[in-house]
């Protein structure tokens, strides 16, 4: 049984990510789940000594939480500073959210658990991955300012304070309610798998984008390829 | 087993200070120079290492007069419902049959959760140690058939340390003399507030004269945070794993399925 789409170098293949906004993908995913596991120490009420082990006790646990949290806001800053113009392009994009996202989130149930479904086409995020690129990283951004908040309670009021234990509870929630369907889809979902080697390598299979992101194929890539034969 | 407790009658205080010493000469804890800021308070709050305090409260009834104080000793209430308890994510915190809120620091990582959970900001917070302080109702010495070492030093009576119900009789009798005696305002606090203290008070006029909430209150963001969102929303995460394996499964079974239409590598 095949994991993730294997990697076809034979077929002609599109870029779709750059390089940094691929280093800070994989950085915040790391970092993520480092914060993920060691607050769940906490969070988890019952006690979790045997997650907490890992990381050399409750208090190591918080250490890393803290190294993590530093790295990862590191990390939204070289995106930021580094690839700006994507950042504006991708919210763009978002802002294309439509009829045909509506239809594809709709129809989406039954795709992701692999009946055949004809989608409308998609531009460069599909509905689902606009959901995806409003939510999650609302919650990261809510996660970092309630979390440094936490970590220096002293110079905010006492308010604000209280209010940010149960947002980075809510946000840490509903993130990774997100990170685990999306690291799944991005990776061993039999259809959209192939996404991977974008954020991987940063290109994919030429049919897949026309398959999959019809209108942004279209405007980013078709064009030139014609333009290119009517050259030769 | 009874409820033990402290009782601080205001009218009897000359805010001496011996039991700010006796708290520290008990607990081993370092003198904590504060600048001078202009009026009788040598600490303005509690700290990691002041377990307790006497706050000066000055005031002028008739500007003829000369300034009069209002002195409180101010340490943790030792709350009968604590909201410290509700908070800590280590369950550092027990409270003991007699009722002290005990903080056993082997657990304590130093979120500081119990400080913003306390009505009364009470926990705080040792730097050099990473974890959080507060008075202990003098546990060990408590348990060892003693009375708290603030008690015990107290020279003008105005700490008494026993059983809650017999302090809590003493406690009205007295109110009800100071109101005939000139304090109309007298009060008793820390019988009723937050569900009960285990810290009373005889206080000479009303709570907020002497910087006391009137009305103490937890914050409602707790009772959301613990008693909603930790053990109800977290589900979310395993509801989107299982949905994941879920999906694992079922794409593969299907894709065997439709074979024949997924031929040349699936789209
Ligand atoms: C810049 C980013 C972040 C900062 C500064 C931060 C900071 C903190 C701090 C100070 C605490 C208190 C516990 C302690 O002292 O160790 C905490 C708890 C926690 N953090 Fe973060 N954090 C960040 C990001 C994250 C992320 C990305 C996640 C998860 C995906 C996360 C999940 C948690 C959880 C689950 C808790 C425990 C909450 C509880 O006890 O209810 N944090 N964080
Ligand atoms: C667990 C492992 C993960 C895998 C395998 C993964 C994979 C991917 C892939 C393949 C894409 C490109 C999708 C496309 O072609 O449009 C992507 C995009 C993205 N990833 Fe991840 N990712 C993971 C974790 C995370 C984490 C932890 C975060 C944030 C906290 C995150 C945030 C995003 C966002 C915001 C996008 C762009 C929007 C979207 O395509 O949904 N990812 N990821
Ligand atoms: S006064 Fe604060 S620290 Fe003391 S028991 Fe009550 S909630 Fe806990
Ligand atoms: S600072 Fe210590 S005692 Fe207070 S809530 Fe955190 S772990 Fe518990
Ligand atoms: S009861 Fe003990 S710890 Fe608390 S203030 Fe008195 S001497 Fe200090």
């Not at chain 1, 077929?11 to 779709?16: A, D, G, N, Y």
């Not at chain 2, 369950?91 to 009505?119: L, S």
Request: include cysteine; hydrophobic fraction near 40%.
């Amino acid at each position: 049984m095949q994991l993730i789409p294997e990697y076809r170098e034979d077929l002609p293949r599109v870029e779709r990510f750059n390089f940094v906004a691929r280093m800070t993908h994989w950085g915040h995913t790391v970092t993520f789940i480092l914060c993920l596991l060691t607050g769940l120490v906490l969070f988890l009420n019952s006690g979790a000594d045997w997650l907490a082990a890992i990381f050399g006790g409750y208090n190591g646990a918080g250490l890393v939480h803290r190294i993590a949290a530093v790295t990862l806001t590191i990390f939204l800053v070289i995106f930021v500073i580094f690839d700006f113009k994507g950042i504006i392009n991708w919210v763009k994009d978002l802002l294309r959210f439509g009829k045909d996202d509506i239809i594809f989130v709709m129809k989406f149930p039954l795709e992701f658990l692999g009946f055949p479904v004809k989608m409308p086409p998609q531009t460069r995020f599909n509905g689902g991955e606009k959901g995806n690129s409003m939510l999650t990283p609302t919650c990261v951004i809510l996660l970092v300012l309630s979390g440094y908040i936490m970590w220096f309670p002293t110079i905010f009021p006492a308010g604000l304070v209280r209010i940010s234990y149960p947002i980075h509870d809510i946000a840490m929630v509903l993130a990774t309610f997100m990170v685990c369907m999306h690291g799944y889809l991005g990776s061993f979902h039999p259809g959209s798998g192939e996404s991977f080697w974008g954020m991987w390598k940063g290109t994919v299979r030429e049919d897949w984008a026309k398959h999959h992101h019809a209108i942004w194929y279209e405007e980013t890539y078709a064009d030139k390829t014609d333009a290119d034969s009517d050259a030769e | 087993m009874a409820l033990k407790t402290n009782l601080y009658d205001v009218s009897k205080c000359t805010a001496c200070r011996g039991c700010i010493i006796a708290c520290k000469d008990w607990n081993q804890l370092p003198a904590v120079i504060e600048p001078f800021k202009g009026n009788y308070c040598t600490h303005e709050d509690t700290n990691g290492d002041t377990f307790t305090i006497m706050r000066f409260m000055e005031y002028e009834e008739d500007p003829a007069d000369d300034v009069k104080w209002h002195f409180l000793k101010y340490q943790c209430m030792h709350c009968l419902d604590p909201a410290c308890m509700k908070v800590c994510p280590r369950h550092a915190y027990t409270k003991t049959d007699w009722g002290a809120t005990f903080h056993d620091p082997e657990k304590c990582v130093g979120c500081q959760y119990c400080t913003y959970a306390c009505p009364f900001h009470i926990p705080k917070y040792r730097k050099r140690e990473d974890k959080i302080t507060k008075c202990t109702l003098c546990v060990e010495r408590v348990e060892a058939g003693l009375t708290p070492a603030c008690t015990r030093t107290c020279p003008t009576g105005a700490l008494s340390f026993g059983d809650r119900h017999e302090l809590l009789d003493y406690a009205e009798e007295r109110v009800k003399f100071l109101r005939a005696n000139g304090f109309p305002n007298a009060t008793i606090y820390g019988k009723l507030e937050l569900g009960g203290l285990n810290k009373l008070y005889i206080l000479t006029d009303t709570p907020d004269k002497f910087g006391l909430p009137i009305d103490p209150k937890v914050s409602s963001t707790i009772p959301a945070w613990k008693d909603w969102i930790q053990p109800y929303v977290g589900w979310l995460i395993p509801l989107a794993l299982a949905g994941s394996a879920f999906s694992f499964v079922t794409t593969r079974i299907l894709a065997g399925k439709h074979e024949e239409h997924a031929e040349g590598g699936h789209e």
